[in-house]
């Protein structure tokens, strides 16, 4: 029963103090599971958690700080005990212009975060004796050209890359997925549509653009028993653009 997917589970979400992470942390905890997320504010945090309610935890710190992930897993195994799945949400993007004026300190720093991060918190996670499932925050960006978030997309197409990799090293025991959605109204991509939501809802087939919500669902879908026969898979999440004619 879709309600109860998650009962008894321990799911580790990083960067979930709003946003896609934060829709995924409430979905989880509506079907029955316990959720610890991390983000950057301890007060961001801190109001995510009086609303995710009981089941939920938070630990504070930046996702490519090696401190702060063991600290994030000293927390899950002294209030758990356990670990069922982990959602690689964290991600960044200082940079906006063309591929070519990208600062080379920029692209080290997102390529850390979004792609490196992503590898030491799934070993670590292992480490803690995580015995289900992964998802990864990919994004359409990953998938083709990328105008104006160009190394943005190059960090997400090697996360799908990642994602891959994984799977095939970490089956049958762990399964590892991704989604890769399309613009979503978060605080993260609000450059991308601010001002001008109609025009750039225009191109989507759905005619809106996606919520975070729209993401959460598919995200659990991947991380239940629902999925029990898929891996290595990037679910993308487009509102339909990637279907328009030419």
């Known amino acids: 029963m879709t309600a109860a997917r998650f009962d008894g589970t321990i799911s580790l979400i990083t960067g979930a103090s709003r946003g896609i992470g934060f829709a995924i942390a409430q979905r ?52 758990h005990g356990r670990l069922d799945h982990l959602v690689n949400n964290t991600g960044i993007n200082p940079v906006y212009g063309p591929l070519v004026d990208v600062d080379a300190e920029a692209a080290r720093k997102i390529l850390e975060v979004n792609v490196v991060a992503t590898l030491d918190w799934t070993r670590a996670a292992l480490s803690a004796g995580l015995s ?19 190394f943005y997309g190059i960090s997400k197409a090697a996360l799908i890359n990642l994602t891959a990799q994984l799977a095939f090293e970490l089956a049958p025991g762990i399964r590892v997925n991704a989604v890769a959605p399309a613009v979503i109204k978060t605080a993260f991509a609000r450059a991308l549509y601010e001002g001008h939501e109609a025009e750039a809802a225009a191109g989507y087939p759905l005619a809106r653009l996606g919520e975070p919500d729209d993401v959460a669902g598919p995200v659990a879908f991947l991380l239940s028993d629902d999925a029990a026969w898929i891996t290595g898979q990037t679910v993308v999440i487009d509102g339909g653009s990637g279907i328009r004619p030419f």
């Open 28 to 79: 989880i905890v509506a079907e029955g599971g316990s959720v610890v997320i991390t983000g950057r504010r301890q007060d961001a945090l801190d109001a995510a958690v009086a609303e995710l309610g009981p089941g939920a935890s938070a630990v504070a710190g930046r996702a490519d700080d090696a401190d702060h992930r063991a600290e994030v897993f000293t927390h899950i195994e002294q209030r």
């Open 132 to 150: 289900r499932s992964v998802v990864n925050i990919a994004s359409v960006a990953g998938l083709g050209s990328s105008p104006g978030i160009a």
